[in-house]
């Protein structure tokens, strides 16, 4: 691949819109359910993926149901979107937000520990 290819893709990858909102993990064996706010959901999910098969991550319940049941025991989605246009300036406030909101609705989920990068960009 040629560098002006590259550089084009790059620049459409930086200006693909972001899928910001909370998102969840379940384990089928155990219906656990994590959420997380996030700016990015699909890098957010690849993160998580990579840092769970890795036995890198940061939150200890998860990291060992992971392990104990495999990734085939796993399933990642989007619960809320938050509109980039409906938001603020402060796009972390409104995710946290949001996040405390779907906790309050949801009293069995568990807070993930870590944003997974999700809103360090936004920190």
């Known amino acids: 691949m040629d560098a002006d290819k590259k550089r084009e893709l790059r620049a459409a990858y930086k200006e693909r819109p972001r899928e910001a909102g909370v998102v969840f993990v379940t384990c089928s064996k155990t219906d656990e359910i994590f959420l997380a706010d996030v700016i990015d959901a699909p890098a957010a999910f690849n993160r998580m993926?990579?840092?769970?098969?890795?036995?890198?991550y940061p939150d200890k319940r998860l990291q060992a149901?992971?392990?104990?049941?495999g990734e085939s025991a796993f399933e990642f989605g989007v619960l809320q979107r938050l509109d980039p246009?409906?938001?603020?300036?402060?796009?972390?406030?409104?995710?946290?937000?949001?996040?405390?909101?779907c906790l309050a609705e949801r009293p069995e989920a568990t807070k993930l520990k870590a944003a997974h990068g999700?809103?360090?960009?936004?920190?």
């Not at 993926?49 to 890198?56: A, P």
């Open 49 to 56: 993926r990579f840092q769970l098969s890795s036995g890198l």
């Open 118 to 123: 999700a809103r360090s960009a936004a920190r």
């Open 65 to 69: 149901l992971w392990d104990q049941h």
């Open 85 to 101: 246009s409906d938001a603020d300036t402060n796009i972390a406030e409104e995710l946290e937000t949001l996040l405390d909101l």
